[in-house]
């Protein structure tokens, strides 16, 4: 479970990214954030990830207070969080197989293990026959799907998504949405997706949380922009 | 703690690809830290030889009190017994004029066997003192001179004591720059990995981001700045371990004189190496975790 307690987080540069944040998400659910640039998404991504730590309030996922993590213990509160980005971050002198396979080998799992943890990933995602391929030689979908299955790969309970659409085109938005509705369905992981895509948001309605100038505006259980 | 092990291939390999694609940079750095060290051991030899000079002059420093040939056995007791009691003195030891005229003998041949029939004996009885410094022989001395029935003292003079205090100042010196060097070549590792790591910061916040312990991430660093220390202290272990022994054997195993006796090779090189060696290491790992300490506190 995620929970942000009346949560509030300004930079140094004086912008209030989140103010009074106030909000439960269950165990199994998935849920868009919304809202224009600036509007303070990429803060709660941030403070969900442990990136950043907030002003007041607290922050607790999954019982753990996230802002009172050491800087030492961040890491393993991270292999409970996956993490998707929109730059997809993959380390590029690494081809598919092994930038999942990193994320298993931090945790110290056997080669044996790791070996057919990542052919299942590879299955569900969709990308065996990329598995030797680097990165740079993948489309931004495929680089997408990659990401996603790394960030699964320590089957976290919560997976953040930070506009995992952004630099895709439709078609290619689609495939995105419908493996995170997998994953979700099939593993009941928790989902927190942050978009800017519209159609996605009125097509696959979820609980949509709107966000504006750090303020909750809107938690609509139904979803879609029309719920408004 | 078993992951740490477990992991210790792992993070082994990824030391030696990254040193393996890091060539160009990672090779100048250990040129410099060669360079470096080069120093260090080249005043590390000439500080070990001066120390072992000095030791043996010293050794062979001995203050000569001359006594008045008409004191009587009671007299020369009551002088020991004061030159005893000097600060400073080690021991005191009574040789008579036949054994002085023997050691003459021995010393500079036989020409001075003439003088050894009765009465023409032309020496002194004289007490021999050690001291416990070489740069307490002055003092000593002066006040030796001052006991009632002391005729001389002699020492081996003010050049000796020059030279012992120049030792020491180039001892003192040397030491203080030797630790110069090895500072540098910490620094020298330290800018070097940074330079390596500060390309792939991005990388260090992927892996922090998929769970990396901040161990997993500074080892590998850490091993491959001990492999470039080590690498670098190749050069001067190699020179010395090859170089020492080549010169004590073209010098015959002194320098310029017999007062000067060099230290042999064995077992004084196989310190020396292991010490560079060593230093290498040391300085690779201190050089290489303050670098990569940064960085990973480079994002939350």
Redo the contacts between chains.
Sequence with gaps: MIEFKDVSKAYPNGVHALNHVNLKVEDGEFIYVIGATGSGKSTMIKLL?????SDSGQLIVDGVDVGALK??K???Y??NVG?IFQDY???P?LTVYENIA??L????MRKKDIKNRVREILELVDLKDKARSYPDELSGGQQQRVTIG?AIA?RPKILIADEPTGNLDPEKSLEIIQLLEKINQNFGTTIVMVTHDKVLVDEFKKRTIILDGGYVIHDSRVGGYRSV | MT?FF??LP?LWRKASLDLK?HFAMTFSASLSIGIALLMAMLLLISAANIANFTQHIEQELMIQVSLQPTLDASQQENIQQQLVNIQGVKNVTYSSKEEELDKLIQENGDIFAQYAQEGRNPLYNVFLIEADHADQIETISKKAKTIHGVIDVSYGGGAIQKLIALFKNVRIWGTLFVALMILLAIYLIRNTIKMTIHVRK??I??????????W?ITVPFVLEGMIIGLRGALIPALIAGIGYPLLYQTMNGVFLSDMFILLSPIPFILYLVAFLLLLGLGAGLVGSYLAVRKYV?F??
């Design positions: 990830n442990g990136e950043e730590v800087h030492r961040v890491p393993a991270r292999r993490c971050r993959l380390l002198k990193f994320a080998e931090v945790v110290g790394r320590n | 992951l477990r992991s792992r694609r991005d990388e916040a992927i892996m922090r981001q998929v769970g990396a312990y901040n997993f506190r994002i939350r």
